[in-house]
């Protein structure tokens, strides 16, 4: 399964980078602005910055919302680099966008999505990548990991090449799940993917080892 972050911070993704487990960034509008990076040219120099972190798929959000501007700004975001993804929301021209992306060779990550239905129409539009948000459809009081298991089941009936990329992803345990029902990718905060580093027998266990061995060279 791979590892992606989901954020536009410079130091999280270096940090994530380094870790070495790494595989790719998500990033869209909200991530953006929370770095305080608005403007076409700095969200542009921005993509540009993590393209040179990060050799992996890197997912930039149009925000276009009918098909001429979809096409139009997915266009130009593919030219900036070969690892940038055009993330494409689940809309009726967003669809039909994917389909042209697919048909020029340019990657696609069809985001919010939010049922089994929406997740077919991507497939057979020919999306590289499926984003269905977990977190916020528990949100909703409904079963989040049961539609990345539901994706998985779909997709491996009839052998479609695209990826489910779990999205929304709030804690360790959903990472955990997400491998365990066969999801592509998770994409997640930075605190997600290093909470799997924690647990307290491990501490526990450390701290006896060296306590132990600055016992036996005294």
Excluded: W
């Amino acid at each position: 399964m791979k590892f992606f972050i989901d954020t536009a911070n410079l130091d999280e993704i270096k940090e994530a980078h380094d870790l070495g487990v790494l595989d790719g960034v998500t990033t869209n509008p909200s991530l953006m602005a929370k770095e305080g990076i608005t403007g076409h040219d700095n969200i542009i120099a921005h993509y540009k910055k993590i393209c040179e972190i990060v050799d992996g798929d890197i997912s930039a959000e149009v925000i276009a919302t009918d098909y001429e501007g979809i096409i139009r700004e997915g266009e130009f975001l593919a030219e900036l680099h070969p690892n940038i993804v055009v993330k494409v929301p689940m809309i009726r021209d967003g669809v039909k966008a994917i389909r042209y992306f697919s048909e020029k060779g340019i990657k696609t990550n069809c985001t919010l999505v939010f049922s089994a239905g929406q997740a077919l129409l991507a497939a057979k539009a020919g999306a590289t990548y499926v984003s269905p948000f977990i977190g916020r459809l528990d949100d909703v009081s409904t079963e989040g990991m049961q539609l990345i298991d539901q994706i998985v089941h779909i997709y491996g009936n009839y052998g479609y090449q695209t990826q489910v990329l779990a999205a929304s992803v709030r804690h360790v345990i959903h990472l955990v799940q997400c491998a365990e029902v066969g999801a592509d990718v998770v994409t997640c905060p930075l605190n997600v993917i290093t909470g799997l580093l924690k647990h307290p027998l491990t501490d526990i266990g450390l701290e006896k080892f060296l306590s132990d061995h600055a016992k036996g060279n005294k």
